[in-house]
């Protein structure tokens, strides 16, 4: 059983909207963290925007502040990102992770051991 598995991306414009979803396998509350990160061709993995599931604290990379959201839905076992105001930039595939460990540096994608197998998201100018 694949332990998260993201909603499909799509090609929006800039400016546009899109809405990307985490299903997790197993009971959300089970995990200390959940993030997104993004890769972009010819780029190292990026740190998007992370959820600490204790105290609900949430972290996102400076370029997507006041444009990407990301929420959770325990009961749902579902984890969201909500992405405002695209930028051609923000093409890359986006993978969500999960850690167990409590107190990781959700920057770092090394704090995570389970991901989701990354979906396309493409902004066109």
């Known amino acids: 059983q694949v332990p998260l598995v993201e909603s499909e991306g799509g090609l929006v414009q800039a400016g546009g909207s899109l809405r990307l979803s985490c299903t997790a396998s197993?009971?959300?509350?089970?995990?200390?963290?959940m993030a997104w990160f993004r890769r972009s061709p010819g780029k190292e993995r990026e740190f998007v925007a992370g959820?600490?599931?204790?105290?609900?604290?949430?972290e996102y990379v400076d370029s997507v502040k006041g444009r990407f959201t990301i929420s959770r839905d325990n009961a749902r076992s579902m984890m969201y990102l909500q992405m405002n105001s695209l930028k051609p930039e923000d093409t890359a595939v986006y993978y969500c992770?999960?850690?167990?460990?409590?107190?990781?540096?959700?920057?770092?994608?090394?704090?995570?051991?389970?991901w989701g197998q990354g979906t396309q998201v493409t902004v066109s100018s």
């Open positions: 992770a999960a850690s167990k460990s409590l107190g990781a540096t959700m920057t770092n994608p090394q704090s995570f051991t389970i």
């Open positions: 197993q009971r959300t509350y089970t995990f200390a963290d």
């Open positions: 959820m600490r599931w204790i105290g609900d604290r949430t």
